[in-house]
Nanobody, 127 residues
Framework: QLQLAESGGGWVQPGGSLLLSCEVS????????IAWFRQAPGAAREGVSC????????PYADSVKGRFTISRDDAKKTVYLQMNSLKPEDTGVYFC????????????????????WGKGTLVTVSA
């Protein structure tokens, strides 16, 4: 059974960096696209980025382009989200999600397209 576990969240000052990890278990990661989403307090969950099976497709939300980088290590069954130049508006709970046959169109991931989710990790950016 596919399970996802996020880690790496925490508190950071504006301009700082965090590395989030999404560890996948129960399946072979090779067959799955992995997406990162976030949910700010009182807001809807939104897509941040995703990475396809080959790793070549990595679209980003406009709000994080140039600051966030997604990558995957199939041998370690882990997908990473490197977050640099963090802003207060990046605050929220970050979730990873998995689905087969996704993230191939170059489009930012949509919540409705992913069925398997982790429980999230909280990122707080404040002075």
């Amino acid at each position: 059974q596919l399970q996802l576990a996020e880690s790496g969240g925490g508190w950071v000052q504006p301009g700082g960096s965090l590395l989030l990890s999404c560890e996948v278990s129960g399946v072979t990661l090779d067959y799955y696209a992995i997406a990162w989403f976030r949910q700010a307090p009182g807001a809807a969950r939104e897509g941040v980025s995703c990475i396809g099976r080959s790793g070549r497709s990595t679209p980003y939300a406009d709000s994080v382009k140039g600051r966030f980088t997604i990558s995957r290590d199939d041998a370690k069954k882990t997908v990473y989200l490197q977050m640099n130049s963090l802003k207060p508006e990046d605050t929220g709970v970050y979730f990873c999600a998995a689905e087969m046959f996704r993230c191939a169109s170059g489009r930012v991931p949509l919540v409705k397209d992913y069925e398997s989710w982790g429980k999230g990790t909280l990122v707080t950016v404040s002075a």
